[in-house]
């Protein structure tokens, strides 16, 4: 399998439950990242992981918890989310370190919170 | 406040004419653009880019233009195919010491009516 991959495409949620998300890469890059994608909005940049160590957190709330276990393989747990938070999660990409490369993205991951 | 910014959210065009979207931008910063293309259901796909040494790329039937006096750059594609029609990001990377930063507009979702 080529690419990034997510999955669940499709999760529905209810607040109080727990849930995770799953990216995997095989495109032998170094950094990933988590965006979010709601209606009329820009990507908004959630996490970026580089070389599995975590350098970049956007103020995001404390109910979204990454991971990287290494570096192909990216996790977003989910806990006790709000409905606002229902949007297009997208797990991405790159070569990074300097090099002008540019982001790969999976298909994402379409979340309902009911 | 948004640093790349895709002031049309839609355009409509001719099969066979030509589509130009624009995009601009605020951080001069920024040394490396990129233009993504999304179907519905789909995460973005990476379609062409430019680093902040050149003026123009062009790849096939698509080409990118910098102006960075202005901070403007814009997507070319010609002839247009009803199959291009999708929405259109633009994003603008630079490197900084958590590793590489990437921005993204609004989008402009692309009609190309046959």
């Known amino acids: 399998e080529t690419g990034v991959t997510q999955t669940p495409r499709h999760l529905v949620m209810g607040m109080t439950n727990k849930k995770s998300l799953k990216c995997e890469q095989h495109l032998g890059h170094n950094a990933m990242y988590w965006y979010k994608q709601s209606a009329k909005k820009p990507l908004e940049l959630m996490f970026v992981y580089s070389l599995e160590e975590r350098v970049e957190n956007n103020s995001v709330p404390s109910r979204f918890s990454p991971e990287c276990p290494n570096s192909s393989h990216l996790f977003l747990h989910l806990h006790t989310l709000q409905p606002e938070d229902s949007a297009l999660y997208l797990c991405?990409?790159?070569?990074?370190?300097?090099?002008?490369?540019?982001?790969?993205f999976g298909n994402g991951t379409r979340l309902t919170v009911t | 406040d948004q640093q790349v910014k895709q002031n049309s959210p839609s355009l409509s065009v001719q099969e066979g004419r030509i589509s130009i979207l624009n995009c601009d931008y605020t951080?001069?910063?920024?040394?490396?653009f990129l233009w993504y293309k999304k179907y519905p259901a789909e995460g973005p796909t990476f379609l062409i880019s430019?680093?902040?040494?050149?003026d123009k790329n062009e790849d096939g039937r698509f080409t990118v233009f910098l102006n960075k006096s202005a901070k403007h750059l814009s997507l070319h594609i010609v002839p247009s195919q009803p199959g291009d029609s999708a929405v259109y990001f633009c994003?603008?990377?630079?490197?900084?010491?958590?590793?590489?930063?990437?921005?993204f507009g609004t989008g402009t979702s692309l009609t190309v009516i046959p």
């Open positions: 430019i680093s902040s040494i050149k």
């Open positions: 991405a990409s790159s070569q990074g370190g300097g090099a002008y490369s540019p982001l790969h």
């Open positions: 994003a603008a990377s630079h490197f900084s010491n958590t590793g590489n930063q990437f921005y």
């Open positions: 951080n001069s910063m920024f040394d490396y």
